[in-house]
């Protein structure tokens, strides 16, 4: 959010979350296949979902799916939309500025956690889809704007929000031992492990990673997530800079 499917449907072989359709052909509900696909792209990979391997989970025919998607940009494009829709903000009555910055930078990343696919999507593809943009667009500059913010500076605020929480997300997916030990097994181990990688460095060549070995297994923690929020949310609030100049 990957075991075999049969092509016969059976139901040792089908994979978690599949269904069987009623008819062959009968083409299940859009959010269904969505849905569907957004879970074989966030468990596995982008790459792995193909039209042949999204029907098998359905239970269709291939070609059942060329009635909402004609390629598989379609239904990339189709994905980005329904999860970049899906962002909620918490209520900010009374809140402070610096605390809804801090929200919304959370916000994202938790949805780019929760959707790992999004982080190449956002990368590849832009939206012109109105769901999508009322979610984590909208919403998100109206949040900007209502804690005070002068309108081009919401703007300002929220692309260096949203680049620090695609930036973070995509460099902590592939670093697991990033994750917090208590709440993730296995994680305290991998963590070991890696400080371990960083001390056994040539010390001759890398003195400064290897007396740091115990900092650097933290740079894909939430702990180095808060500190660089933190950061940005005190620079946001600081004081307008000089508005960018064309180059």
């Given at each position: 959010?990957?075991e075999p499917?049969t092509?016969?449907?059976?139901?040792a072989?089908?994979k978690?979350?599949?269904?069987r359709?009623s008819?062959?052909?009968?083409a299940p509900?859009l959010?269904r296949v969505?849905?569907?696909?957004i879970?074989i792209?966030d468990?596995?990979?982008?790459?792995?979902?193909t039209?042949?391997?999204?029907?098998?989970?359905l239970?269709?025919?291939t070609m059942?799916?060329?009635?909402?998607?004609?390629?598989?940009?379609?239904?990339?494009?189709?994905?980005a939309?329904?999860?970049?829709?899906?962002?909620?903000?918490p209520?900010m009555?009374?809140?402070?500025?610096?605390?809804a910055?801090?929200?919304v930078?959370?916000?994202?990343r938790?949805?780019m956690?929760a959707?790992?696919?999004?982080?190449?999507?956002?990368?590849?593809?832009?939206?012109?889809?109105?769901?999508a943009?009322?979610g984590?667009?909208?919403?998100?500059l109206?949040?900007l704007?209502?804690?005070?913010?002068?309108?081009?500076?919401?703007?300002?605020?929220?692309?260096?929000?949203?680049?620090?929480a695609?930036?973070?997300?995509g460099?902590?997916?592939?670093?697991?031992?990033?994750?917090d030990p208590?709440?993730?097994e296995?994680?305290?181990?991998?963590r070991?492990?890696?400080?371990?990688f960083?001390?056994?460095?040539?010390?001759?060549?890398?003195?400064?990673?290897?007396?740091?070995?115990?900092?650097?297994?933290?740079?894909?923690?939430?702990?180095?997530?808060?500190?660089?929020?933190?950061?940005?949310?005190a620079?946001?609030l600081?004081?307008?800079?000089?508005e960018?100049?064309?180059?």
């Amino acid at each position: 959010m990957g075991e075999p499917v049969t092509r016969a449907g059976g139901a040792a072989g089908r994979k978690k979350g599949a269904v069987r359709a009623s008819q062959p052909n009968q083409a299940p509900p859009l959010e269904r296949v969505l849905e569907v696909a957004i879970r074989i792209g966030d468990e596995e990979s982008l790459d792995a979902l193909t039209m042949r391997r999204l029907a098998g989970d359905l239970g269709v025919g291939t070609m059942t799916l060329y009635r909402y998607f004609r390629t598989k940009n379609e239904l990339l494009d189709a994905m980005a939309d329904e999860i970049l829709g899906s962002l909620v903000l918490p209520p900010m009555e009374g809140v402070g500025a610096a605390e809804a910055l801090t929200v919304v930078a959370r916000s994202l990343r938790d949805m780019m956690r929760a959707h790992p696919s999004v982080v190449r999507l956002f990368g590849s593809r832009t939206t012109r889809s109105q769901r999508a943009m009322r979610g984590s667009y909208e919403q998100v500059l109206q949040a900007l704007v209502d804690i005070g913010l002068e309108p081009g500076r919401a703007v300002r605020a929220y692309g260096l929000l949203l680049v620090y929480a695609l930036g973070f997300s995509g460099y902590e997916l592939p670093r697991p031992w990033g994750r917090d030990p208590q709440q993730v097994e296995g994680v305290g181990e991998l963590r070991r492990q890696r400080g371990l990688f960083y001390q056994a460095l040539p010390q001759d060549e890398f003195p400064v990673m290897v007396s740091l070995s115990d900092v650097l297994v933290t740079l894909p923690s939430d702990e180095q997530f808060e500190w660089g929020l933190a950061v940005l949310v005190a620079g946001i609030l600081a004081g307008p800079p000089p508005e960018p100049r064309p180059r």
